[in-house]
């Protein structure tokens, strides 16, 4: 306020020179009410640095026509334009005063952090033509004042905060084109007003919480080209009036409680390219008239009550994208159109009942990426056209009659990742083949009668996380490579026969996590002592077969194991030190030779003295001098050896002492240790704030030049505060840069630890932090879309290596934009590992709060328990940013609830708008498939959340621009694809 009142007299005087010494300038008497205006809205705003140095009278023409975001007449007499889009600005409209804007056509204040209602003075912009303040935190109603912006031609207020009833208002103006007001929490019914907005091209009110009926109004639109009105909860039957719309192009109305039938009108809507008309409560037939649709491209009918066939041209234009109806009463054959339909890329036609053979019913697809037919009752074989299917990720035909061999040519399908023929009636082996298919992440093919060994090819499935194998005739012994999957968390090849041991290899398979079924089998041997080593499992079973001997100690070790069954072998000896086996029933042991311990089994007896014991105590009289002995001598070298370093410790000492007075004690091994404290206090004038470049929670960062010219980063932390550094914080950093080497983690070159100096010694960064670069609009704008995907890369590729391919795994617990340094080729590079942790497998891992706010996962609020997925959360929130140009704020927690086809609407207005828009498909592809993979990362369930190392293999793979990030586990897979 006070700065306010000091502006004013010197605002006087400033205009008051300006008339005096430019009386010919007519332009600054009209603006001064608009320019003061501007300067008291700014001053209420909070994070308003941006306007700072732009918004002021000393700036270039001493008039606001020149202003950042200000745009004025042809005259310079008026402020027409205000566009303040994707600012960072925080606060309220309550100080921005309209009355001052009697020429503003073009308001644009999107993508900011502006609270509170939208006030009534709103309707003073009487030659307001376009208003855009979306993606905001607006609350409150709409004011029925917008009534009187007649000239408006485009609004949209999508992703507030905003309730109450859409105004009746609003069919008062008659100019209005475009308007979008989705993603907010608006009530009530749609007005039957909307119905006079004779010009309205684009409608979209989708996600709020609209009941009633549609109004039969809205057919009155003829002009009427996008009809979004999904994620309401409208009721009623869809108004004939709205299939006489016959320019609509897209219609979607998506989850809501539409009941009746499609009635033959909707063959009027020749335009439609999509139609979305899933998860609601229509039934009856499909009317034939929708075989006349030429231009369709997508087409969604699922969760319904619909029955009938499914129209047998429906791709009769050959346009045809994606169609899905699935969980309806569909019946006969598949449309035979879709044998030719070279166009498609998506066909989700499961949970019906259609029948038919389906040998020759599909053809080959080169853009075809999913295929779920399960759940009907098809017939035929699966014919070996499913290898002209290169783009092929997700093939599902389980639950139905197929019958014949798999086929070999299964083996072309080089993006496989999901494949689940299960329940059917398939016979022959599995194709050797299979093992070409680096990417699978899953296979079904239980419940079928496949014979012949298990390949051994299958080890090559480096990738895999779901083999099921069971209930078939397969034969042999189980192949040790599959030793090699070890990114496995559920592995079942129960009720088969299959032979031999229980390959040791299985231990290998540290992911598993769900189950190990190895039952009904024959089996045959002892039980490995490495599988103690699957730390992570929770379902063991290996009923069923012929193991002996006794039950391995080692098991005691797999804390996570919830359920056990050893039934039906032939063991013997005391139970595992384990819950899981201590307090199983009787009925996981029975069948076995004399088990004993736990609740269920009889107490194990103590160990008898016999000969046994007596020939061990002789054994133990001749062995235990010879160990005496061993252990002397390696007592003396060990004393020898502490001795010498003691000697070279000290020799170390003395010469610090000579060249530092003693100061200090570190180590730098990529300098002369001698020289390096003395040049890096003087480099840096005693650390002095001159050469700070940035500075964290627990100290600062200096730039230090050395006499070798050479330039590394200084990292001196605190000694006093509540930010002290904790010895512990100190050591994790060191342990943890000091054992990892990757091209995207910052190097550590030394250290230095004493209670009045300690300090961290890095290879310096020259660009500096992701934060720092993407809060600076001309930084940012040096960050092309090529570059944004390769920094989210570069961190993927750190992550996955710290977590899958360093020998325990590293949790760094703080990604942060601002713990992401950039080299001058704009490769990132992770930094600041004080909070790392090595998770030690044999510990719980639980860990007090650690991170920065807004990246920490949100299960660390209340389990506090460390896992590689708190880094792939905070990977997502960064992923985010970077295309996003800012933190994603808010938007994290509505991200993860939307399908793909909504996120590929939101998608454009998400992404940065400092810089163009992606330049061609390819590259828009690309950065849409890294923004579905980022919302995968943020999923609120850590479990659904991928691993680093499927995320860092997506994104480095040449076919990333064609990866539609579909989901890792079935329950993301169900919310991307619930269209």
């Known amino acids: 306020m006070a700065s306010t009142m000091r502006r004013e007299p010197l605002l006087q005087l400033l205009f008051f020179i300006l008339s005096i010494c430019s009386p010919k300038n007519t332009a600054a008497q009209p603006l001064k009410a608009e320019s003061e205006a501007l300067l008291?809205?700014?001053?209420?705003?909070?994070?308003?640095?941006?306007?700072?140095?732009s918004w002021s009278f000393l700036n270039s023409n001493y008039g606001p026509c020149h202003w950042d975001?200000?745009?004025?007449?042809?005259?310079?007499?008026?402020?027409?334009?205000?566009?303040?889009?994707?600012?960072?600005?925080?606060?309220?409209?309550?100080?921005?005063?309209?009355?001052?804007?009697?020429?503003?056509?073009?308001?644009?204040?999107?993508?900011?952090?502006?609270?509170?209602?939208?006030?009534?003075?709103?309707?003073?912009?009487?030659?307001?033509?376009?208003?855009?303040?979306?993606?905001?935190?607006?609350?409150?109603?709409?004011?029925?004042?917008?009534?009187?912006?007649?000239?408006?031609?485009s609004i949209n207020m999508s992703f507030n905060s905003l309730t109450g009833p859409l105004p009746t208002s609003i069919g008062q103006l008659?100019?209005?084109?475009?308007?979008?007001?989705?993603?907010?929490?608006?009530?009530?019914?749609?007005?039957?007003?909307?119905?006079?907005?004779?010009?309205?091209?684009?409608?979209?009110?989708?996600?709020?919480?609209?009941?009633?009926?549609?109004?039969?109004?809205?057919?009155?639109?003829?002009?009427?080209q996008l009809l979004f009105l999904e994620y309401n909860f409208l009721s009623g039957t869809i108004p004939?009036?709205?299939?006489?719309?016959?320019?609509?192009?897209?219609?979607?109305?998506?989850?809501?409680f539409l009941p009746g039938t499609i009635p033959p009108s909707i063959g009027n809507m020749s335009n439609l390219y999509y139609l979305a008309l899933n998860n609601n409560s229509l039934s009856g037939s499909l009317p034939p008239q929708m075989n006349n649709f030429t231009s369709l491209g997508f087409l969604y009918l699922s969760q319904n009550n619909l029955s009938g066939s499914l129209p047998?041209?429906?791709?009769?234009?050959?346009?045809?994208?994606?169609?899905?109806?699935?969980?309806?009463?569909?019946?006969?054959?598949?449309?035979?159109?879709?044998?030719?339909?070279?166009?498609?890329?998506?066909?989700?036609?499961?949970?019906?009942?259609?029948?038919?053979?389906?040998?020759?019913?599909?053809?080959?697809?080169?853009?075809?990426?999913?295929?779920?037919?399960?759940?009907?009752?098809?017939?035929?074989?699966?014919?070996?056209?499913?290898?002209?299917?290169?783009?092929?990720?997700?093939?599902?035909?389980?639950?139905?009659?197929?019958?014949?061999?798999?086929?070999?040519?299964?083996?072309?399908?080089?993006?496989?990742?999901?494949?689940?023929?299960?329940?059917?009636?398939?016979?022959?082996?599995v194709p050797r083949g299979i093992g070409e298919l680096s990417f699978l992440l899953k296979m079904d093919l239980s419940n079928n009668q496949i014979s012949g060994g298990i390949p051994f090819e299958i080890g090559r499935l480096t990738k895999l996380q779901e083999l099921d194998l069971s209930s078939n005739n397969l034969q042999g012994p189980i192949p040790e490579e599959l030793g090699n999957c070890d990114e496995l968390i559920l592995l079942k090849v129960s009720n088969n026969s299959l032979s031999g041991t229980i390959p040791f290899q299985i231990g290998n398979l540290a992911q598993l996590q769900i189950l190990l079924d190895l039952s009904n089998n024959m089996l045959m041997g002892s039980i490995p002592a490495q599988l103690g080593k699957l730390n992570y499992l929770e379902r063991l079973n290996l009923s069923?077969?012929?193991?002996?001997?006794?039950?391995?100690?080692?098991?005691?070790?797999?804390?996570?194991?919830?359920?056990?069954?050893?039934?039906?072998?032939?063991?013997?000896?005391?139970?595992?030190?384990?819950?899981?086996?201590?307090?199983?029933?009787a009925e996981s042991f029975i069948g076995n030779l004399d088990l004993c311990g736990g609740l269920a089994l009889q107490p194990c007896k103590p160990p008898s003295v016999g000969k046994s014991h007596m020939k061990s105590q002789k054994f133990l009289s001749i062995i235990i001098p010879v160990v005496a002995v061993l252990i002397l001598i390696f007592l003396l070298i060990g004393i020898y050896k502490v001795w010498q370093k003691a000697m070279q410790r000290h020799d170390k000492r003395s010469i610090l002492a000579e060249t530092n007075h003693g100061k200090d004690l570190f180590s730098i091994w990529n300098y002369d240790g001698k020289l390096a404290y003395e040049d890096i206090v003087s480099a840096t004038e005693n650390f002095s704030d001159e050469y700070v470049i940035g500075r964290g929670a627990h100290g600062s960062v200096y730039r230090v030049e050395l006499p070798t010219d050479q330039i590394v980063a200084v990292k001196k932390f605190n000694r006093t505060g509540s930010d002290v550094l904790t010895d512990m914080d100190f050591r994790n950093e060191i342990k943890a840069l000091t054992e990892v080497r990757h091209r995207n983690i910052v190097k550590l070159y030394g250290f230095c630890k004493h209670p009045q100096c300690s300090f961290l010694v890095y290879e310096y960064i020259e660009r500096g932090s992701l934060a720092s670069i993407l809060s600076s609009n001309k930084e940012a704008e040096s960050l092309d879309w090529a570059k944004r995907v390769n920094i989210i890369t570069g961190v993927a590729d750190a992550l996955s290596y710290m977590h899958h391919d360093h020998s325990v795994p590293v949790i760094h617990r703080d990604i942060s934009s601002k713990n992401i340094l950039l080299y001058p080729d704009f490769s990132a590079c992770i930094s600041d590992f004080g909070t790392a942790r090595l998770l030690n497998p044999?510990?719980?891992?639980?860990?007090?709060?650690?991170?920065?706010?807004?990246?920490?996962?949100?299960?660390?609020?209340?389990?506090?328990?460390?896992?590689?997925?708190?880094?792939?959360?905070?990977?997502?929130?960064?992923a985010l940013e970077i295309l996003m140009g800012r933190h994603p704020g808010e938007l994290l927690s509505s991200l993860v609830i939307l399908t793909r086809q909504e996120l590929d609407v939101k998608l454009r207005d998400m992404l940065d708008q400092r810089i163009a828009a992606p330049g061609d498909q390819q590259e828009a592809e690309m950065v849409a498939a890294v923004a579905k993979l980022a919302v995968m990362c943020i999923d609120m369930k850590p479990e659904s959340r991928p691993t680093m190392r499927s995320v860092s293999l997506h994104l480095s793979s040449p076919s990333r621009k064609h990866y539609l990030f579909k989901a890792l586990q079935e329950n993301h897979s169900n919310r991307y694809d619930a269209s």
């Open 40 to 53: 008291k809205w700014r001053d209420s705003l909070q994070a308003a640095h941006v306007l700072n140095s």
């Open 69 to 153: 975001g200000i745009a004025c007449s042809g005259d310079n007499t008026s402020i027409v334009k205000i566009s303040l889009e994707n600012q960072h600005l925080q606060g309220t409209l309550d100080h921005f005063d309209f009355a001052a804007f009697p020429s503003l056509a073009y308001l644009d204040l999107r993508g900011n952090n502006f609270s509170g209602s939208i006030p009534n003075a709103i309707g003073n912009l009487s030659k307001l033509s376009f208003l855009d303040m979306s993606v905001n935190q607006f609350s409150g109603s709409l004011p029925e004042s917008i009534a009187n912006l007649k000239n408006l031609v």
């Open 174 to 224: 008659p100019s209005l084109v475009n308007l979008t007001i989705s993603d907010n929490l608006l009530t009530g019914a749609i007005p039957q007003t909307i119905g006079e907005l004779k010009n309205l091209n684009f409608l979209d009110l989708d996600t709020n919480s609209l009941t009633g009926s549609i109004p039969a109004q809205i057919g009155n639109l003829s002009n009427l």
């Open 240 to 256: 004939p009036e709205l299939w006489k719309l016959s320019k609509l192009t897209q219609l979607d109305l998506t989850s809501n």
């Open 312 to 429: 047998s041209d429906i791709c009769k234009g050959g346009k045809l994208i994606q169609f899905a109806a699935f969980n309806n009463h569909f019946t006969g054959p598949i449309p035979k159109s879709l044998r030719n339909c070279t166009s498609l890329s998506r066909l989700r036609l499961h949970g019906n009942q259609l029948n038919g053979s389906i040998s020759e019913a599909f053809g080959s697809y080169p853009n075809l990426s999913y295929i779920d037919m399960s759940n009907n009752r098809l017939t035929g074989a699966l014919s070996q056209n499913w290898g002209g299917c290169p783009r092929l990720e997700h093939l599902d035909f389980s639950n139905n009659h197929l019958t014949g061999k798999i086929p070999s040519s299964i083996s072309q399908m080089a993006q496989l990742m999901e494949i689940n023929i299960s329940a059917n009636y398939l016979t022959g082996e």
């Open 544 to 585: 069923h077969n012929k193991l002996v001997g006794t039950i391995p100690s080692s098991l005691a070790g797999m804390l996570s194991l919830t359920s056990v069954d050893l039934s039906f072998n032939n063991l013997t000896g005391p139970l595992p030190n384990n819950p899981a086996f201590l307090n199983a029933s």
């Open 842 to 878: 044999d510990s719980s891992n639980w860990t007090g709060l650690a991170g920065t706010h807004g990246y920490m996962a949100p299960e660390l609020a209340y389990t506090m328990r460390v896992t590689e997925k708190c880094d792939v959360y905070s990977f997502g929130v960064v």
